[in-house]
C-alpha cells in the first residue's frame, strides 16, 4: 500500500508540471475560457454577457500550488481575477487571491482571506510593487497542517498559522480543488463600488500559465500521500524561517493597505483571537 501511495505522488508531480489540458477544467463561459499552445496557456476573458472560469480536476488535501499570471491590462475597474482553493458544501473552508482590477494608472489590490467552516472576514490587502500586467508573475499558495502562506513571486506577503489550540478554526480536514475565474464585481471591486466597469473596453482577458500543484490528491477519502514523512514533500512541514519572517515584514510594512487584525471598528465587540495571539499580526 505505501509503495502504491509513493507512486501516486510521483504520478501527481510528472501530472502537474502544468499541461491544463491534462490538469484542468474550464466549467463555465461559454467558450471565454481557452487552453491554448498544446495546454501550456489558459485564457480567460470577460464581456457585459459573461465572465469564465476553471478548475482543478483534482481535490486536494494540503500542497504548494504555484501559477503564473498575467492579469487584465488597462482599464480593468470592475473586474476581478480570482485565483483560490475552495472545498464544497455550506461550511466550506477556502483560501483566496483576488487580484481587484483599477483605472489605467492605478495599482491593482491584491486581496487575500481564508474562510474555515464558511466563515472569512479575515481579509488582508496589498499594493504589489510592479506591474501585474505587463508580463507574468508567479502566486503561490502553500498550505499545510501548521501554516498557510501567500507568496508573490517567492516573497511571502502573508501568513496565516494554525492557532486551533487558542480557539481558532483552521482548514484542515476538507479537500479542496483549485479555481481561478474572472468575472465582474463592479458593485465592489474597485474603490467600494464607485468606480463600474468600462463595457467599452471589453472584452478583458488575464492569463495562466505554468501551473504546478505540488499536492496530496484526495480521492475517496484517501490521501495520495504516504503517512510518513518524504524528502519529496518538504512543502508538508514548510514554515517561514527568519529571513522570510523578515520579507514578509517587509512587504506587510510597505505594501498592505488593510488588515483585519487592524480594523476595530468593524469588530467592535474586539478583534478576533488571532489578532491578539502573539506573532500572528506583523506590523
Avoid at 133 to 152: C, K, Q, R
Avoid at 170 to 176: S, T
Avoid at 189 to 205: E, H, L, M, N, Y
Wanted: net charge positive.
Amino acid at each position: 500500500m505505501l509503495l502504491v501511495s509513493s507512486l501516486m505522488v510521483q504520478t501527481l508531480m510528472v501530472a502537474s508540471a502544468g499541461n491544463f489540458n491534462q490538469d484542468v477544467d474550464v466549467t463555465w463561459g461559454d467558450g471565454r475560457g481557452k487552453i491554448l499552445n498544446n495546454g501550456q496557456l489558459l485564457t480567460l476573458s470577460l464581456d457585459k454577457a459573461s465572465g469564465s472560469g476553471f478548475q482543478s480536476k483534482n481535490e486536494f488535501l494540503y500542497g504548494k500550488f504555484d501559477m503564473q499570471l498575467k492579469l487584465v491590462p488597462g482599464n480593468s475597474a470592475g473586474t476581478v481575477t480570482a485565483y483560490y482553493l475552495k472545498s464544497q458544501g455550506s461550511s466550506w473552508d477556502e483560501i483566496d487571491f483576488e487580484f481587484l482590477g483599477n483605472l489605467s494608472g492605478e495599482p491593482y489590490i491584491v486581496h487575500t482571506n481564508v474562510y474555515t467552516k464558511g466563515k472569512g472576514d479575515r481579509e488582508q490587502q496589498f499594493y504589489l510593487w510592479f506591474d501585474p500586467t505587463a508580463d507574468f508573475h508567479t502566486y503561490s499558495i502553500l498550505w499545510n497542517p501548521g501554516h498557510i502562506i501567500f507568496y508573490v513571486d517567492g516573497r511571502p506577503i502573508r501568513e496565516f498559522k494554525n492557532l486551533e489550540q487558542a480557539g481558532v478554526p483552521y482548514p484542515r480536514n476538507q479537500a479542496m480543488r483549485m479555481y481561478c475565474s474572472l468575472w465582474n464585481a463592479d458593485d465592489w471591486a474597485t474603490r467600494g463600488g464607485r468606480v463600474k466597469t468600462d463595457w467599452s473596453q471589453a472584452p478583458f482577458t488575464a492569463s495562466f500559465r505554468n501551473l504546478s500543484a505540488n499536492a496530496c490528491v484526495w480521492s475517496n477519502g484517501v490521501s495520495s500521500c504516504p503517512s510518513n514523512s518524504s524528502s519529496n514533500r518538504a512543502w508538508f512541514s514548510q514554515k517561514l524561517d527568519s529571513s522570510s519572517q523578515k520579507v514578509l515584514k517587509w512587504v506587510q510594512k510597505n505594501y498592505m493597505v488593510y488588515n483585519y487584525c487592524q480594523d476595530a471598528n468593524r469588530f467592535p465587540q474586539g478583534l478576533p483571537v488571532e489578532c491578539s495571539v502573539r506573532n500572528m499580526k506583523q506590523n
